[in-house]
């Protein structure tokens, strides 16, 4: 099974902000659909059900306090010039928060042989592009200062990934709530 560990955006206000925004800019790419929304802590690949069972026991020891992330500004990967992912990004501290929940993951993994071969960077993917589109940075421009409200980040899911002709179909494996 294709896993991974994330966050999910439940906040309807932000949600829709997020398709207002896929709906406003004038980009060839392919919207990620609003129910999708999320923040990737550690994308694991494939995995048996035994790896996903040691997975669990071990995301269950990750202790971490609830908290607030802002969700604003808009930017690339890899670069500017040669878009492939769209993505909106947070405010500095519920980043920092972001990047400490994603290392205690990261850390509860490790023994199990999983690594990250690059470091987290907070963000939510709103279009994939699969087209060389060429530099969009003066349609990103018109939405860099956008603010697209605050969510509550209460707990991760392990999620399970099935890949379609339609895109990826998610569903819940488990969920792990804050607690201190």
Known sequence: MRAFVAIEIYSNEIINLISKFQSEININAK????????????????ISQDIAEKVMISLNSVKFSSFMVNFKGVGVFPKIKFPRVVWIGTDENGGNSLIELAKKV?????????????PFKPHITVFRIKN???DISKELDKF???DFG??????FKLKQSVLSSKGPVYSDLMEIKARL
């Not at 919207?31 to 494939?46: A, C, K, M, R, S």
């Not at 990261?106 to 990250?116: D, K, R, T």
């Open 31 to 46: 919207p990620v659909e609003p129910h999708n929304f999320h923040f990737t802590l550690q994308f694991l690949g494939d």
């Open 106 to 118: 990261e850390n509860a993994l490790i023994p199990l042989g999983f690594s990250v071969d690059k």
């Open 144 to 146: 860099k200062s956008i």
């Open 132 to 134: 060389k589109i060429g």
């Open 150 to 155: 605050t969510q509550e980040i209460t707990g």
